[in-house]
């Protein structure tokens, strides 16, 4: 008995047709899937070139050890950024290192420029100028226009806490005189213990600068910087003349050399707080050893916070053989200076016409 074998022979043709359907259907595939890899790529780099939706400057505050989930949190809550899947690719593609502070955030930025505000730690600052010749009291009208809660009774404790004072590297009583006046950078949190700290820091800074510079200087002669402070504050009261500073500074110089009372009547002001309009004769007999025009020598301390200009002028004084000086009252805001009394006593005289008297 025999078996009967079938054989299924292969069709050559019939296997070319199915090789090229294959083929089609794995090359439309390919193509299905290159163009949705590029849809998902121009998907994803779209939502990533976005901006903030925020149309103003936004100030925000990263807490220490914030998350990048955090911090997209926090940008959702502030209107900044509300795609949290476009800022969870960003830090998965390019790993952030998110600092801690308070930042300010423009308007219409991408999410690469928001996360490199973040990771840049450069924390928010609000600039506050603060004139020179003002007096530690004066000095809040100016900070609160940036800082409206700022606390004007504690600014004023502190500034006359011994104890504070020391800490900061000042030996005086009191911080007048050593709040230089320039514009600074505060930090947008900052108190009235870390603004009076940053502008001691610019005080003390621009002494150890003077200390350094060549050529002659008053340092011998005055002793310290307290008292340099101290003169110069009442050069910066005396005139707004920069060029004319100098010219004040030898006069008082001059007065202090030979013994005679400087005669300053801003220190008289400063006594009472009486900053502008007249000096009553009582004021001017004060017992108060601030009254330059009763006691001979320097106050005990500055009567205001003077600028570097006022500060060099005290330590270079222009030589000068006069002992007085009276405002024109012109209007220029110049001054005349005498080195006898009769003359002094013509230009007061002639100041007294310009005043129409």
């Known amino acids: ?171 005086a009583n009191s911080l007048e005189g050593y709040l230089l006046p320039e514009t600074y950078p505060f930090p947008i949190d900052a108190d009235e213990e870390t603004i009076l700290k940053q502008m001691v820091a610019a005080n003390l800074k621009l002494r150890d600068e003077l200390k350094e510079q060549p050529g002659e200087s008053m340092w011998n002669t005055l002793g310290n910087w307290h008292r340099v402070l101290t003169l110069a504050s009442v050069v910066e009261e005396e005139t707004g003349k920069t060029d004319e500073r100098p010219l004040i500074s030898g006069v008082f110089h001059n007065r202090l050399r030979i013994g005679m009372p400087l005669g300053a009547d801003p220190t008289v002001r400063f006594i009472f707080r009486n900053l502008t309009g007249p000096i009553y004769k009582s004021q001017l007999n004060s017992d108060s050893p601030y009254n330059t025009r009763k006691f001979k020598g320097l106050m005990p301390g500055p009567i205001s916070n003077p600028g570097r200009k006022a500060i060099e002028a005290a330590l270079h004084p222009a030589e000068t053989k006069a002992l007085y000086f009276v405002a024109k009252d012109n209007g220029s805001g110049e001054h005349f200076f005498s080195s006898t009394l009769a003359d002094h006593n013509k230009f007061k005289d002639i100041a007294a016409k310009n005043r129409g008297e």
């Not at 009208?141 to 004023?156: G, S, V």
């Open 1 to 171: 008995m025999h078996k009967e074998y079938t054989f299924y022979f292969c069709n050559p043709l019939n296997f070319l047709l199915n090789f090229y359907a294959m083929k089609k259907i794995f090359s439309i595939l390919f193509v299905f899937v290159v163009l949705a890899a590029l849809f998902c790529g121009f998907s994803i780099k779209k939502r990533l070139d976005a901006t903030s939706k925020n149309p103003d400057t936004v100030l925000l505050e990263v807490p220490k050890g914030s998350s990048a989930a955090k911090v997209s949190q926090i940008l959702q809550e502030k209107g900044v950024w509300d795609d949290a899947l476009a800022f969870k690719i960003w830090c998965k593609i390019n790993p952030p290192a998110l600092k801690a502070g308070w930042f300010e955030i423009p308007a219409h930025q991408k999410l690469n420029e928001i996360i490199a505000i973040i990771e840049s730690g450069k924390n928010a600052v609000r600039k506050v100028t603060i004139p020179e010749g003002r007096a530690s009291w004066e000095i809040p009208a100016y900070l609160k226009k940036a800082f409206p809660d700022l606390d004007e009774d504690r600014w004023n404790r502190l500034v006359q806490d011994p104890k504070f004072t020391r800490s900061l590297g000042v030996e």
